[in-house]
């Protein structure tokens, strides 16, 4: 069984950085790729950025280009995303999430890390 674990979330003012964590436990856990996700208020749950385990191909969503950065260290199984430039509208839940083989769903969740950006 695979275990999502997220840190790293706060209050911050805009144009801040947050620095978000999230270890995996679990025997060989080597998924396809990871990724963050976020649940904005009143909101659906939306993609932020993924990460391929094995090579590192990364993803992100239009708004956060350029803003935030999304790592990975295989020898910890922990997954990161490096947030600068924050604003009000990136005030979320923040959950990360393994899909464990290339193709099927995102089946592994954390159980999320608040973020609230201050104007």
């Known amino acids: 069984q695979v275990q999502l674990v997220e840190s790293g979330g706060g209050l911050v003012q805009a144009g801040g950085s947050l620095r978000l964590s999230c270890a995996a436990s679990?025997?060989?856990?080597?998924?396809?790729?990871m990724g963050w996700f976020r649940r904005a208020p009143g909101k659906e749950r939306t993609f932020v950025a993924s990460?391929?385990?094995?090579?590192?191909?990364?993803y992100y969503e239009d708004s956060v280009k350029g803003r935030f950065t999304i790592s990975r260290d295989n020898a910890k199984n922990t997954m990161y995303l490096q947030m600068n430039r924050l604003n009000a509208e990136d005030t979320a839940v923040y959950y990360c999430?393994?899909?464990?083989?290339?193709?099927?769903?995102?089946?592994?969740w954390g159980q999320g890390t608040q973020v609230t950006v201050s104007s």
């Open positions: 679990g025997r060989t856990f080597s998924p396809y790729a």
């Open positions: 990460i391929s385990w094995s090579g590192g191909s990364t």
């Open positions: 999430a393994a899909e464990p083989r290339r193709g099927s769903s995102y089946s592994y």
